[in-house]
T-cell receptor, first 113, second 113 residues
Framework: KQEVTQIPAALSVPEGENLVLNCSFTDSAIYNLQWFRQDPGKGLTSLLL?????REQTSGRLNASLDKSSGRSTLYIAASQPGDSATYLC????????????FGPGTRLSVLP | EAGVAQSPRYKIIEKRQSVAFWCNPISGHATLYWYQQILGQGPKLLIQ????????DSQLPKDRFSAERLKGVDSTLKIQPAKLEDSAVYLC???????????FGEGSWLTVV
């Protein structure tokens, strides 16, 4: 059974810092991996989708990497801003379990002005 | 392009009562998902539809939860009778087809008292 963990559970950084959020999954047989952002009281907003054949994806100040063999993905946020404060979740679509996303619990990020 | 629409946004009911949530996916999206998100956790898939057929409902508590997507467009999720532990956010999501980026609605917040 695929399990997804995210460390740390919460993170506070001063504005302007570069930071890395981590996501680990137990089964490397994945179809793709997606990073989401969730603001308080809101649904999830898709940030980046990485297919299993890809190593990384970039969008603006965000860069997500994927290392299937070690079961890890990282989300790099450059020059963090207070508006980046939110919960970041990663979700893995396993290749072998009906292709439904399995979500991690999220990392709650606070960027302090 | 309109996003995933959900209603109601908030609902408070007493235990043993019933409640229904409605979702209208992004136009043209064949795949529709209902997720349950308990505070502090990642979303958990309840049911996935492909057009009007059920692809995966393995985690749906079928003794009290039901869902339908009769015409392959909008969908309804019902809980009857509700329990205290059903207090959560019910997120609807859609994708063009299984394997693509998924887009979430803002969620329906349920409190059972």
């Amino acid at each position: 059974k695929q399990e997804v963990t995210q460390i740390p559970a919460a993170l506070s950084v001063p504005e302007g810092e570069n930071l890395v959020l981590n996501c680990s999954f137990t089964d490397s047989a994945i179809y793709n991996l997606q990073w989401f952002r969730q603001d308080p009281g809101k649904g999830l907003t898709s940030l980046l989708l990485i297919q299993s054949s890809q190593r990384e994806q970039t969008s603006g100040r965000l860069n997500a990497s994927l290392d299937k063999s070690s079961g890890r993905s990282t989300l790099y946020i450059a020059a963090s801003q207070p508006g980046d404060s939110a919960t970041y979740l990663c979700a893995v679509r396993p290749r072998n379990y009906g292709q439904n996303f399995v979500f991690g619990p999220g990392t709650r990020l606070s960027v302090l002005p | 392009e309109a996003g995933v629409a959900q209603s109601p946004r908030y609902k408070i009911i007493e235990k043993r009562q019933s409640v229904a949530f409605w979702c209208n996916p992004i136009s043209g999206h064949a795949t529709l998902y209902w997720y349950q998100q308990i505070l502090g956790q990642g979303p958990k898939l309840l049911i996935q539809f492909q057009n009007n057929g059920v692809v995966d409902d393995s985690q749906l508590p079928k003794d009290r939860f039901s869902a339908e997507r009769l015409k392959g467009v909008d969908s309804t999720l019902k809980i009857q009778p509700a329990k205290l532990e059903d207090s959560a956010v019910y997120l609807c999501a859609s994708s063009y087809h299984s394997g693509n980026t998924i887009y979430f609605g803002e969620g329906s917040w349920l409190t059972v008292v």
